[in-house]
């Protein structure tokens, strides 16, 4: 047990050196932002613990060396001019606060052998955020102003969306973002006409082409994708997605015997037993002794097993309105079997074995119809069709 003990304390010493080496390279190799998160997480889970003593110093000087450089960045990209610059100097005064937040509650943190606490020169840096927020606020905004009146294509409407939502998240309310917002999110999406196409000889049941069209049974959560199943003449659509079905092919009803003859031997009463002259045989309490007595039995058992398969082929295409070209065709195919088992016998029953006894309780049952063999068929598709909007990209 103690030798369990030294190899348990052991381990977790050779774990902390690790961790603590880990930071010290951290820093060493410029990643300041991993060697603040290692020793912040380390001491918040127990900061008077001795082993943890190199966390302090390690914190004391990556939160330093961390903020003299993204100082210094910050002061090159003010000088630069450049208006792209102004989300990176925001976040960065956003970074610098976050982290003098995550060290606040962890004071004093004491470095037991120098016997002093850890410094940590804290800055305000809130009208340094407010500042550069204004001026991202009112480039972000301009900028996808511009975007959104002078878009080329739906791809110049997605980015003035993207830069109007990002723009709402940091300065809620801001002049006409929101309705600037709804216009590119309108403008950006890609309208998709749904056609469903029958080329074969049979007719597609209405409840199957019913859940086929009805989009909502998807799941999709597309944000810059609507379909429509009921297409519409004023709308200018950019894609047709056709739902085609090649063939449909039903199997005529079948039933298919097999015969089995069983035989087994079983008990069948008894019978006193008998010595070599015939006479009964009895224990040594005087009564007679008894033996079982068996005999053969037999059974015809025929198992008989409705069959009927329904097999639908056909593709999912995509099509360029405006160029009347084929993007991309993706094949379904899917066969339903419709399978049942039951059972006959002639004969004495005590032949079968357990499972025939059981399958013997089944009778025949009426076989589907075509229809519906197709609309089972048809659960597959819709599946298939699932998986193939989840991975198709129009742009």
Same mark, same amino acid.
């Not at 006409?176 to 007719?203: F, M």
């Given at each position: ?22 930071? $010290? ?69 956003? %970074? ?40 991202? %606020? ?40 929101? $309705? ?20 074969? @000889? ?30 519409? %003449? ?90 009347? @070209? ?70």
């Amino acid at each position: 047990m103690r030798k369990l003990l030294l190899l348990s304390l052991f381990g977790s010493l050779l774990i902390a050196c690790g961790g603590v080496k880990k930071t $010290q390279e951290a820093i060493n190799t410029g990643s300041y932002s991993v060697a603040l998160n290692k020793a912040i997480t380390n001491l918040a889970a127990n900061k008077t613990k001795k082993r943890n003593q190199a966390y302090v110093v390690l914190l004391e000087e990556a939160f330093e060396k961390n903020k003299q450089r993204e100082l210094n960045h910050i002061a090159f990209l003010q000088q630069e001019g450049n208006p792209a610059n102004y989300e990176t100097i925001y976040t960065t005064y956003v %970074s610098l606060k976050q982290i003098q937040q995550r060290i606040q509650p962890l004071l004093p943190l004491p470095i037991l052998e120098e016997g002093r606490n850890a410094k940590f020169s804290f800055t305000n840096y809130d009208g340094d955020i407010l500042a550069a927020k204004d001026k991202l %606020s009112k480039y972000l905004y301009d900028n996808a102003s511009n975007l959104l009146a002078d878009a080329q294509h739906k791809l110049d409407y997605r980015k003035a969306y993207d830069d109007f939502r990002y723009l709402d998240e940091i300065s809620p309310n801001y002049k006409d973002v929101r $309705q600037k917002l709804l216009e590119s999110h309108e403008k950006g999406i890609d309208y998709v006409a749904v056609t469903l196409v029958n080329d074969t @000889q049979q007719i597609i049941p209405a409840a199957l082409e019913e859940d086929l069209l009805n989009f909502n049974t998807y799941g999709l959560n597309d944000l810059w994708t609507t379909y429509h199943t009921t297409v519409e %003449s004023k709308m200018n659509y950019d894609y047709e997605m056709q739902l085609a079905f090649r063939s449909i092919e039903v199997t005529p009803e079948q039933i298919r015997e097999k015969q089995l003859v069983k035989e087994k031997v079983i008990k069948d009463g008894y019978k006193y037993a008998l010595d070599t002259n015939g006479n009964v045989v009895r224990d040594s309490l005087g009564n007679k002794i008894k033996v079982d007595k068996f005999k053969t039995v037999h059974c015809d058992f025929y198992e008989f097993t409705q069959f009927k398969a329904a097999q639908v082929n056909g593709d999912v295409r995509f099509m360029d309105i405006k160029t009347k @070209q084929e993007l991309r065709s993706y094949p379904l195919a899917t066969e339903f079997v419709f399978e049942h088992i039951y059972a006959d016998y002639d004969g004495d029953k005590r032949a079968l074995d357990d499972e025939l006894l059981v399958l013997s309780n089944q009778v025949a049952v009426p076989f589907p119809t075509n229809e519906q063999m197709v609309y089972d068929a048809g659960e597959d598709i819709k599946l298939s069709v699932k998986q193939i909007l989840k991975r198709h990209r129009f742009r």
